[in-house]
């Protein structure tokens, strides 16, 4: 049976719901979300930029992306988790994930660089893909070894941190260590079975609004299956190995399960475990529900020998 403090992590998805169908409804916003997790302690907080390398006609501030730095005490400064935060590629930011990625990052014994990506509809796909990549270059320059880097991402960054790298192949940069990833969302199509099997069980991704957030980010006329928005159409083959983490109410389901089948299909060592009872992104809870807490424990003891610590 889940934890009462797990269910707090329900109640969000079902008020999200409820403010989509209902306009009377409250919005759940960033400050509600963030706070579905307890602040780690003995974590400090050290706001920056990230260059992002764009085309010199974009105006200077345009070019750096707001990051933030979570270190643990006693972390090990060139081990580095990649953090992308989820929303659907249309909210989310650093500050709403900040305390789920620092305690994964305590665990771990590393520091955490959680960036903000630019948004849809504003900005459509690739712009994420580019975003992200650009901060793990970003990385690379500061020094930092790319067998030293994990990335890390929930929902839509769980699929962000497999297409940056694919983006970071395709220009010839070394890869990551491993990939850390959350109840990933990868099919922009939504075409996976528990969508119809799960959708009693999860109270907010239903398959017409995972299709209505895809078309945000895509925008006119994108493509569903191109690979670096849909990884399930990529060549995933020289990947560093990938941990998938999804609960099993997830509408989401089939994503973890289709990429964990696609990935090991390519050689790429793959992990996958189906947390019983859990909503989405269920590790927004660490710190107050055991069951997050686990989550997290187990991606740092996974990722750990994949970054020499």
């Given at each position: 049976?889940?934890?009462?403090?797990?269910?707090?992590?329900?109640?969000?998805?079902?008020?999200?719901?409820?403010a989509?169908?209902?306009?009377?409804?409250e919005?759940?916003?960033?400050?509600?979300?963030?706070?579905?997790?307890?602040?780690p302690r003995e974590?400090?907080?050290?706001?920056?930029s990230?260059?992002t390398y764009?085309e010199?006609?974009?105006?200077?501030?345009?070019?750096?992306?707001?990051a933030?730095w979570?270190v643990?005490?006693?972390?090990?400064?060139?081990?580095?988790?990649?953090?992308?935060?989820?929303?659907?590629?249309i909210?989310?930011?650093?500050?709403t994930?900040r305390?789920?990625?620092?305690?994964l990052?305590?665990?771990?014994?590393?520091r955490?660089?959680?960036?903000?990506?630019?948004?849809?509809?504003e900005?459509?796909?690739?712009t994420q893909v580019?975003d992200?990549?650009?901060?793990?270059?970003?990385l690379l320059?500061?020094?930092?070894?790319?067998?030293?880097i994990?990335?890390a991402?929930?929902s839509?960054?769980?699929?962000?941190?497999i297409?940056?790298q694919?983006?970071?192949r395709e220009?010839g940069?070394?890869?990551?260590a491993?990939?850390?990833?959350f109840?990933?969302w990868?099919d922009?199509?939504?075409t996976?079975?528990?969508?119809?099997?799960?959708?009693d069980?999860d109270?907010?991704?239903?398959?017409?609004s995972v299709?209505?957030?895809?078309g945000?980010?895509l925008?006119?006329?994108?493509?569903?299956?191109?690979p670096?928005?849909?990884?399930?159409?990529?060549d995933?083959?020289?990947?560093?190995?990938i941990y998938?983490?999804v609960g099993g109410?997830?509408?989401?389901?089939?994503?973890a399960r289709?990429l964990?089948?696609?990935a090991?299909k390519?050689?790429?060592?793959?992990?996958?475990?189906?947390?019983p009872?859990?909503p989405h992104?269920?590790?927004?809870?660490?710190?107050?529900?055991p069951?997050?807490?686990?989550?997290?424990?187990?991606?740092a003891?996974?990722?750990?020998?994949k970054?020499?610590?």
């Open positions: 049976m889940p934890s009462k403090q797990s269910e707090a992590v329900r109640r969000h998805w079902a008020a999200a719901r409820l989509m169908v209902r306009p009377d409804a919005q759940p916003d960033d400050e509600s979300w963030g706070n579905l997790t307890a602040e974590v400090d907080y050290l706001e920056t990230v260059e764009l010199t006609s974009v105006d200077a501030d345009e070019r750096a992306l707001p933030m979570a643990p005490k006693h972390s090990t400064e060139d081990r580095v988790l990649l953090c992308m935060h989820g929303g659907g590629y909210s989310g930011s650093m500050y994930h305390k789920m990625f620092a305690h990052a305590k665990a771990t014994g590393a955490a660089l959680i960036f903000d990506y630019r948004l849809a509809p900005h459509t796909h690739p580019d992200a990549t650009a901060a793990y270059q970003w320059a500061q020094g930092i070894s790319a067998d030293h994990a990335l991402g929930d839509a960054g769980g699929g962000l941190a297409s940056a694919l983006r970071a220009r940069l070394p890869l990551p491993a990939a850390m990833l109840s990933p990868v922009p199509e939504a996976g079975e528990s969508y119809g099997t799960n959708r069980r109270p907010f991704f239903y398959q017409e299709r209505l957030f895809a945000m980010f925008g006119e006329g994108g493509d569903p299956r191109d670096l928005a849909n990884p399930l159409f990529a995933l083959s020289g990947l560093g190995p998938i983490q109410d997830e509408t989401l389901l089939s994503d289709r964990d089948e696609h090991r390519a050689g790429v060592d793959v992990r996958l475990d189906v947390f009872d859990m992104t269920f590790q927004m809870a660490a710190g107050r529900a069951e997050a807490d686990m989550a997290v424990r187990a991606m003891e996974w990722v750990r020998p970054l020499h610590l």
